[in-house]
């Protein structure tokens, strides 16, 4: 592998000349810069993720905290949300890929969320390339035409707001090192993202904005807020001109709401329900909790009582403290059957018309074929004028409890279930190593959340010996013969040819190891990261 070195960084991957209108000498010294001053921090904050895991794996359960009382208790806004910022009924979400890139800016909604996260297996290749994509997206010059269909892509006037999400905290970018270690890959993400269209942006008159997720304390907002000052100085730029939106998606961070949007106050506009990385967390933070194990995934939907409490705690947290609470995404996508697309669209309504309900501003959709249906539902409740739903304080709900966010979610374990785990689990891990870490599997939207409920939730039956509802104990035994006869099943539905090329095989291995080891692997991404980097790096 090539190894350049820039302004002390040092990158070790291909620096293509297209690469090098990303990684300038001053976007190296930036990250050089943003590393040595932020990195120590943040892996002492990941440090402490591992410290409270051990006090709940001992029988605790998360809780508000005590320390921070007073920020709950007393009266302070976050700031006034940007013109461009207020209406975002509908958001689409999609990985940073320049066709997808161009597809989603002009599709019929406020606002695209640009992922190098949930649905981003995070290549060198597919890094760089977002990096422009989202560059040239910035700057209206974007275009694309399909090899094979001849098929051209460019944007429309008007196109939906951007925002781009980066990556977690807890992942590293591997190919890019300083000091002997390697770079956060949120610092990354927000820095080239940064670096590369903060005058774009504020030339247009609008700010430069970022989803940051899988947050789990004040002290991590606070990181960020941190960082984001520190950035906004650097580049004489007003606070403020960063804005984020905030992913509760973790279980220890509905706990800590109000005390995130305080942390972030100059730069917050609202939080929003990452209802399947919440789920996941559920299962990771309680993953030594017998009585609250969940059941298939399939059953875990937003009208279970503790995610319907998540999301109303949500909307009236935020908008307590004027910002916005958004809604989360329903992974069907259409289909090319029409009845069956009947029946998905009508799934997807009722789920928007529960988050609208609940007073969520906005919420997401995974595919441009659901805007117009998700549109009609927040038209009931939104207008030209009346663009959000701020005004609905859900004062007059009784006090959510920690009991209620916790509340054990019931339902069957089924064979079926399990049997569709393995094989989601599968071809997801397959297709992430190779590169893809968004596709659809059996008619719904597969990303990094989503999967990871489907490995840890075996993970977990196995640990606390559940029984499936036909009364088999399920074991490590029990799985792998079923992970045996699932990959043969994989093998047909997707072809040899698929199979060999996806790294199928290691594929199956990874998932093995992951479900059967006794301590549960923290996020599937870490190992999957190794082989990805092996073969797509
Ligand atoms: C838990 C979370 O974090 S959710 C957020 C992260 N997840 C996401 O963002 C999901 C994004 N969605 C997707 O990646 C895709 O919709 C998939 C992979 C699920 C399905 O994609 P496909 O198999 O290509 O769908 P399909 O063939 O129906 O696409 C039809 C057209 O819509 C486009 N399209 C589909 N989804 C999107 C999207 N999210 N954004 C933009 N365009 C899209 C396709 O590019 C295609 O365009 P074309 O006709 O010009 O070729
Ligand atoms: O990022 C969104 C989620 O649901 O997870
Ligand atoms: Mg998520």
């Known amino acids: 592998m090539t190894t350049t070195s820039r302004a002390e960084l040092s990158i070790i991957a291909p620096l293509t000349n297209d690469y090098q209108q990303i990684l300038t000498e001053s976007a190296c ?3 050089v810069e943003l590393t040595r001053e932020f990195r120590p921090r943040l892996k002492q904050l990941l440090a402490e993720r591992q410290i409270v895991q051990q006090r709940y794996d001992a029988g605790e359960l998360p809780d508000f905290l005590a320390e921070t009382a007073n920020i709950r208790q007393t009266d302070w806004q976050v700031a006034a949300i940007p013109e461009d910022l207020r209406d975002r009924r509908v958001e689409i979400t999609g990985p940073v890929d320049r066709k997808m890139i161009i597809n989603a800016l002009n599709a019929d909604v406020k606002v695209f969320m640009a992922d190098f996260e949930d649905s981003q297996a995070p290549s060198w290749q597919g890094l760089m390339q977002g990096q422009i994509n989202l560059r040239d997206a910035n700057l209206g010059t974007i275009s694309y035409t399909d ?4 098929k051209h892509y460019a944007l429309n006037p008007d196109p939906a707001l951007l925002v781009a999400r980066v990556r977690g905290m ?27 269209n903060y005058q774009t942006r504020t030339a247009n008159g609008s700010g430069v904005y970022y989803y940051v997720p899988k947050l789990q304390t004040h002290q991590e907002a606070k990181w960020w807020d941190d960082l984001f000052r520190y950035t906004e100085q650097k580049f004489n730029q007003d606070i403020g001109c960063i804005r984020t939106t905030v992913l509760i998606e973790t279980l220890p961070a509905v706990f800590e709401m109000d005390e995130i949007l305080y942390m972030l106050k100059d730069h917050i506009v609202a939080l929003n329900c990452g209802r399947w990385d919440y789920i996941f967390s559920y299962i990771k933070t309680l993953k030594n909790h017998a009585d609250r194990v969940l059941p298939d995934r399939q059953v875990v939907t937003m009208q279970q009582p503790f995610l319907n409490a998540y999301s109303r705690l949500l909307v009236r947290t935020c908008h307590k403290r004027g910002a916005l609470a958004m809604g989360g995404m329903a992974a069907l996508i259409p289909s090319k059957d029409q009845a069956e697309n009947t029946k998905i669209l009508a799934k997807v309504r009722a789920d928007k018309e529960l988050e609208a309900k609940n007073g969520h501003d906005g919420t997401w959709i995974a595919h441009p074929g659901l805007a117009a249906t998700v549109n009609t539902v927040l038209d009931q409740y939104l207008t030209a004028t009346k663009v959000n739903q701020l005004d609905v304080t859900r004062e007059q709900d009784a006090p959510i409890t920690a009991a209620e966010l916790l509340e054990p979610c019931p339902g069957e374990r089924t064979e079926e279930g399990m049997r569709t785990n393995i094989r989601v689990a599968l071809q997801y891990i397959a297709a992430w190593i190779s590169g893809k870490g968004c596709v659809p599997i059996y008619g719904l939207m597969e990303d990094a959340a989503t999967a990871e409920i489907s490995r840890t939730s075996i993970w977990q039956w196995i640990q606390h010996k559940k029984q499936l509802s036909n009364g088999q104990l399920i074991t ?7 992970l045996e006869q699932e990959s043969k099943v994989v093998r047909q539905e997707v072809g040899e040819a698929l199979w060999a090329e996806q790294s199928f095989t290691q594929a199956q291995q990874l998932l093995l190891d992951i479900t059967t080891c006794d301590q549960l692997v923290d996020f599937l991404t870490l190992p999957a990261y190794e082989l990805l980097s092996q073969s797509n790096g």
């Open 29 to 31: 010294a930036l990250l």
């Open 147 to 150: 090899e094979n269909s001849g």
């Open 170 to 196: 807890h992942l590293w970018e591997k190919h890019l090192v300083v000091d002997g270690e390697p770079v956060p890959g949120s610092i990354v993400d927000f820095a080239l993202y940064f670096l590369h």
């Open 476 to 482: 490590n035994q029990l799985f792998s013969t079923m």
